[in-house]
Nanobody, 125 residues
């Protein structure tokens, strides 16, 4: 499976961006999809995920209420809508695919087996 992420860019604080991640195969019914990010000099961290089992979504506390993950099965695409962006949201964002479906697993980087190439989001104050 190949994942192609896009939609990053530069935006001022308070603005919005929508990231997209297109999968090369129809996988969303048997794989969970997640978004992670890595800021300069920091470790990669969990942002949001959607379980394939029951379609529940989970978010990091830092983005809860501002970001929304969704999928379009017809387009094989998962989205991350990011609103009310803050400078601390600046990072390279990665989409990833996981065969797991529980919250405890889906927040772990090691539980994802396919990754997109990353797309840069820069939020200025």
């Amino acid at each position: 499976v190949q994942l192609q992420a896009s939609g990053g860019g530069s935006v001022q604080a308070g603005g919005s961006l929508r990231l997209s991640c297109e999968a090369s195969e129809r996988t969303f019914k048997i794989y969970s999809m997640g978004w992670f990010r890595q800021a300069p000099g920091k470790a990669r961290e969990f942002v949001a995920t959607r379980s394939y089992r029951d379609r529940r979504t989970f978010y990091a506390d830092s983005v809860k209420g501002r970001f929304t993950i969704s999928v379009d099965n017809a387009r094989n695409t998962v989205y991350l809508q990011m609103n009310s962006l803050k400078p601390e949201d600046t990072a390279v964002y990665y989409c990833a695919q996981s065969p797991y479906y529980t919250y405890s697993d889906l927040t772990e980087i090691s539980k994802y087996d396919y990754w997109g190439q990353g797309t840069l989001v820069t939020v200025s104050s």
